[in-house]
């Protein structure tokens, strides 16, 4: 039983009486922890000991493996610890910091994608002027565009999601302080705050879509870039699934589910897909 006296945080539900479904998930969640860092790790010290891969992709590589290291570490120890544990509390502070770096690393990760996709066209359609145009200045500058951007979205989408009245409603139906979950425990009309949601989610898919030439019509291009491309597709398939709908389409059952695939998943994929690249 959850204790459900007022203690100024939340109540993380996860999947309430379904304890079997709840011991199968978080033992596929552990098992694709354990890749994701396993192969995170791997992308981010390989490129270091040899001097052949001192090339930008890996540089953005890299940085993505950084990104999905502390993606799915800000996620999973919680998760865990919610499902074989019976404290299901989380205080308000914490719930606050994780919601904080969920939208900042995914916002820095529709950004590192749209600029992975510039960097493979530029490496495919212009391969003479690909090391002058890529230059490390300009490869730093594009990272640190996209840590600068994700931390102003964090900034200003976190604490209006966090400051919603719930009307004491403190029981977030999900496994993590995630901000959909925390919109719909809101008691007032969060029309406004589900469309920001929503046009910031299409703003990020079209940069990277608009950006994805490099599979036009080549033959080349598509060998060069078929990783990139599953990536893409897999990471913004499930945000379009996920978000862009009309209302509560997902069941919340349903919803938790494809969170769990978009937010552990898709970052532990990342690496065994990027080992033809």
């Given at each position: 039983m959850i204790n459900d006296s007022y203690f100024g945080g939340f109540i993380l539900l996860g999947f309430p009486g379904r304890p079997q479904l709840e011991m199968i998930i978080s033992g596929a969640v552990f098992f694709f922890y354990t890749i994701a860092l396993i192969g995170n790790i791997a992308i981010i010290?390989?490129?270091?000991?040899?001097?052949?891969?001192?090339?930008?992709?890996?540089?953005?590589?890299?940085?993505?493996?950084?990104?999905?290291?502390?993606?799915?570490?800000?996620?999973?120890?919680?998760?865990?610890?919610?499902?074989?544990?019976?404290?299901?509390?989380?205080?308000?502070?914490?719930?606050?910091?994780?919601?904080?770096?969920?939208?900042?690393?995914?916002?820095?990760?529709?950004m590192l994608l749209g600029v992975m996709s510039y960097d493979r066209f530029n490496a495919v359609c212009k391969p003479l002027h690909y090391m002058t145009i890529m230059s490390p200045q300009l490869c730093q500058g594009l990272v640190i565009m996209t840590w600068i951007i994700g931390i102003i979205n964090g900034v200003i989408l976190s604490p209006y999601a966090m400051s919603l009245p719930r009307c004491e409603n403190h029981h977030l139906d999900h496994y993590f302080c995630e901000i959909s979950a925390m919109v719909k425990i809101a008691c007032v009309d969060t029309k406004v705050m589900e469309e920001i949601l929503i046009l910031v989610s299409y703003s990020f898919i079209a940069v990277a879509v608009l950006k994805i030439k490099c599979a036009a019509g080549r033959q080349k291009a598509f060998g060069t870039c078929s990783s990139y491309l599953i990536v893409v597709s897999i990471f913004y398939g499930t945000v379009i699934y996920m978000y862009i709908q009309p209302g509560n389409s997902p069941s919340q059952d349903e919803g938790k589910l494809l969170n769990i695939f978009y937010s552990i998943v898709t970052h532990s994929l990342n690496p065994l897909l990027y080992q033809q690249a």
């Open positions: 010290l390989v490129p270091l000991l040899d001097e052949r891969l001192q090339i930008p992709m890996y540089f953005f590589l890299r940085n993505l493996a950084i990104l999905d290291l502390c993606y799915t570490t800000n996620i999973v120890p919680q998760m865990l610890v919610n499902v074989w544990g019976k404290d299901k509390k989380i205080s308000f502070s914490s719930c606050a910091f994780q919601l904080f770096i969920d939208v900042t690393l995914c916002t820095v990760e529709c």
